[in-house]
């Protein structure tokens, strides 16, 4: 039984017009879900993806009026996006500079070369050459070329304060393997991957870890991210892991039908929420494909609602 990668990573926003115009426009990435965090649904939910919504290719916003986030150890401090090569990065330092977005310059990481950048808020990020391995999905309506365009997430980065608690949950529980250790920005950094041993899992099926045992404990806020989703691709399986989690008595929310998918929440010993969310049955549920991320929408269960949540919430667009 074995993680397929990254399905989504959730954000905080305090600001959805500016972020709605950000990952858009600026990014080029397309809206494909319009909604509401089902928990609270004052908020929005919204998920940016590439052309075919598919799995591993979603980062997604919460709309909390939140305090900036303080940044520290035991949160996911980087959040990667895939382009195709070394061209794409050109294209993207020049086109983040020219947006007056502080953009810094490409360097090589893990033998990659990369290009971090921070959203309006804060949000980190990181543009990685993946080489154009890989299918890609890409969204006629783009504000960005095909060839340029963000394919998909790469590895998420962590910060914890006791790596050796988080690798016995990510190697014991989740069935992962720690793979490699690489430097970056004189920081020591531990690669976990998913999938079969000697498999091709790819960038998005890695989790990257940074222990700092000196940093003070990160507080989440807008410009921070919420938690991170991992793969799995059929509901068998989702229940297996579910079962699995309750014989080894980690503590976790029981299963969970966001209707787009469904999810099972647990915390690392560090207190990162991490998530398992199906593949299916997509986005494309209650929306032709064409028409994704167009309306708000909501699952069955709060349709009844929709004049009440509509009333509660800002337009963005």
Do not use: C
Request: charged letters at 25%.
């Amino acid at each position: 039984m074995q993680l397929g990668g990254i399905h989504h990573l959730t954000a905080i926003s305090a600001k959805p017009r500016d972020n709605l115009a950000f990952y858009t426009g600026l990014l080029g990435m397309r809206l494909v879900k319009k909604t509401v965090n089902q928990d609270d649904v004052s908020a929005y939910h919204l998920f940016y993806a590439d052309g075919k919504a598919n799995p591993g290719t979603d980062l997604t916003f919460f709309d909390f009026p939140a305090a900036p986030e303080r940044r520290g150890t035991n949160s996911i401090s980087r959040t990667g996006l895939r382009v195709a090569g070394e061209n794409a990065l050109g294209y993207w330092r020049d086109r983040l500079k020219k947006a007056g977005v502080e953009a810094r310059d490409v360097v090589e990481v893990d033998g990659r070369l990369t290009l971090p950048f921070e959203d309006g808020e804060g949000q980190r990020l990181v543009l990685v050459d993946d080489g154009g391995k890989g299918a890609a999905s890409p969204w006629e309506r783009s504000t960005v070329p095909a060839e340029h365009q963000v394919r998909a997430l790469r590895p998420i980065v962590l910060t914890v304060h006791d790596l050796s608690r988080t690798a016995f949950v990510l190697t014991e529980v989740m069935n992962m393997r720690r793979v490699r250790d690489y430097a970056a920005h004189g920081a020591q950094i531990h690669v976990f991957a998913m999938g079969e041993a000697g498999a091709e899992s790819g960038l998005a099926a890695e989790l990257h870890m940074l222990e700092d045992k000196e940093a003070p404990i990160a507080r989440q806020g807008a410009g921070g991210v919420h938690h991170v989703a991992f793969r799995t691709p059929d509901e068998a399986q989702y229940h297996a892991w579910t079962a699995r989690l309750n014989a080894l008595r980690v503590p976790n929310s029981g299963e969970v039908d966001r209707f787009y998918f469904r999810s099972l929440y647990f915390r690392e010993p560090n207190g990162i929420l991490f998530e398992i969310a199906t593949d299916g049955p997509g986005f494309a549920t209650d929306e032709p494909m064409e028409k994704l991320g167009e309306k708000l929408a909501l699952p069955p269960f709060l349709e009844p609602r929709r004049a009440a949540i509509e009333a509660g919430l800002k337009p963005i667009e």
